[in-house]
């Protein structure tokens, strides 16, 4: 893995070999963005097989399930990340007789299955959203939703990288992304790499590009979507949802089917994940609040669906009643 807490600085990648350390590099932010952590569990899955295949059959499948309680207890609000897990552990379930050596290596086949579907995904989600960003002009995004955040080519950055392929003159305005600075160290390194023009703007200066009528579309990523649309992102997404929708700015959501949540209703219930304060009070090793002063890091929120114009999947692209266009996309048949 490229390690993205070292980013833009230093590209050091990182050899994962144990199911426990893939926990951790998920925990600690090494890898980051819902379908990317998803990717990276389903392989953290295939490892500890690995790592198991000498165990009896009864003694692999406990401890295939303490590997699964594991990587699941690392982030609490990316739902891909469970989906991953269960489409990993319904693989477990349907083996019967077979031998523990030939579910291990199912399972490391089906995790890097996983990973070229992830990617295909994504260029599908580019082609379905690109008509749906201007033939010009400045496109304002929150937080990472590039090939970092996914197993490549991304999601909300899929679908602008898609637009330049297609011949748009498109400019990203990247917010910042306090307090982890995703989009000033993660989606600027990314779109530099790709000459794609990028100005990184502080986050509470979206609210004055929106006013002045250069931005001609928002678009983001999730982290996991209710069924009515409702949309856990970064921190921070909302208030740009909501300064969208007062200067009559199209706001887009992108992500794979594989991050709606269709068990809950409303983004009520998403699980939103505290963070160290100490993200919030420092900067590297810099303190930059008072000794004493406590801080809160809550690392998500959760936009409203009256906030958003469109959400892109890899399927198609799901509009408001979004219970209705979503359910839609989930029946269809897979893509081939």
Not at 34 to 54: T, Y
Not at 80 to 93: D, H, Q, S, T, V
Not at 228 to 237: L, V, Y
């Given at each position: 893995?490229?390690?993205?807490?070292?980013l833009?600085?230093?590209?050091?990648?990182?050899?994962?070999k144990?199911?426990e350390e893939?926990?951790?590099a998920?925990?600690?932010?090494?890898?980051?963005?819902a379908?990317?952590?998803?990717?990276?569990?389903?392989?953290?899955?295939a490892?500890?097989?690995?790592?198991?295949?000498?165990?009896?059959?009864?003694?692999?499948?406990?401890r295939?399930?303490?590997v699964?309680?594991?990587?699941a207890?690392?982030?609490?609000?990316?739902?891909?990340?469970?989906?991953?897990?269960?489409?990993?552990k319904?693989?477990?379930?349907?083996?019967?007789?077979?031998?523990?050596?030939?579910?291990?290596a199912?399972?490391?086949?089906?995790a890097?299955a996983?990973?070229r579907?992830?990617?295909a995904?994504?260029?599908?989600m580019?082609?379905?959203?690109?008509?749906?960003?201007?033939?010009?002009?400045?496109?304002l995004?929150?937080c990472?939703?590039?090939?970092?955040?996914?197993?490549?080519?991304?999601?909300?950055?899929?679908?602008?990288?898609a637009a330049?392929?297609?011949?748009k003159?498109?400019?990203?305005?990247?917010?910042?992304?306090?307090?982890?600075?995703?989009?000033?160290?993660?989606?600027?390194?990314?779109?530099?790499?790709?000459?794609?023009?990028?100005?990184?703007?502080t986050?509470?200066?979206?609210?004055?590009f929106?006013?002045?009528g250069?931005?001609?579309?928002?678009?983001?990523g999730?982290?996991?979507?209710a069924?009515?649309?409702?949309?856990?992102?970064?921190?921070?997404?909302?208030?740009?949802?909501?300064l969208?929708?007062?200067?009559?700015?199209?706001?887009?959501?992108?992500?794979?089917?594989?991050?709606v949540?269709?068990?809950?209703k409303?983004?009520?219930?998403?699980?939103?994940?505290?963070?160290s304060?100490r993200?919030?009070?420092h900067?590297?090793?810099?303190?930059i609040?008072?000794?004493?002063?406590?801080?809160?890091?809550p690392?998500?929120?959760v936009?409203?669906?009256?906030?958003?114009?469109?959400?892109i999947?890899e399927?198609?692209?799901?509009?408001?009643?979004f219970?209705e266009?979503?359910?839609?996309?989930?029946?269809?048949?897979?893509?081939r």
């Amino acid at each position: 893995m490229l390690d993205q807490r070292l980013l833009p600085g230093r590209e050091i990648y990182v050899t994962l070999k144990t199911a426990e350390e893939v926990a951790a590099a998920i925990k600690d932010m090494v890898v980051r963005g819902a379908p990317a952590i998803g990717v990276s569990a389903a392989m953290g899955v295939a490892l500890g097989a690995m790592q198991a295949k000498h165990l009896t059959p009864d003694a692999f499948r406990a401890r295939m399930e303490d590997v699964c309680t594991l990587l699941a207890a690392t982030r609490p609000t990316a739902v891909n990340l469970f989906w991953a897990i269960e489409r990993m552990k319904g693989l477990l379930a349907s083996f019967g007789r077979r031998s523990v050596e030939e579910i291990a290596a199912r399972l490391v086949a089906e995790a890097i299955a996983m990973r070229r579907e992830d990617e295909a995904a994504n260029r599908r989600m580019g082609q379905h959203g690109a008509g749906l960003l201007p033939d010009r002009g400045k496109v304002l995004t929150h937080c990472n939703a590039g090939a970092l955040a996914t197993a490549g080519y991304g999601t909300a950055l899929g679908v602008i990288r898609a637009a330049v392929e297609q011949g748009k003159a498109i400019e990203v305005l990247a917010d910042e992304t306090r307090p982890f600075l995703q989009g000033a160290r993660l989606t600027a390194w990314e779109l530099a790499k790709d000459g794609i023009p990028v100005t990184v703007i502080t986050d509470g200066m979206a609210g004055h590009f929106l006013k002045s009528g250069e931005i001609g579309a928002v678009i983001v990523g999730a982290d996991r979507i209710a069924a009515n649309g409702d949309t856990a992102n970064k921190i921070g997404t909302y208030s740009v949802a909501v300064l969208a929708r007062e200067n009559d700015v199209p706001f887009y959501v992108a992500a794979p089917l594989s991050t709606v949540d269709f068990t809950l209703k409303t983004g009520e219930k998403i699980p939103i994940e505290e963070r160290s304060a100490r993200e919030v009070t420092h900067i590297g090793e810099q303190a930059i609040t008072p000794d004493g002063v406590p801080a809160a890091h809550p690392a998500f929120d959760v936009t409203p669906c009256r906030y958003i114009a469109a959400i892109i999947t890899e399927a198609g692209v799901a509009r408001p009643p979004f219970t209705e266009s979503l359910a839609r996309l989930r029946d269809l048949p897979p893509a081939r």
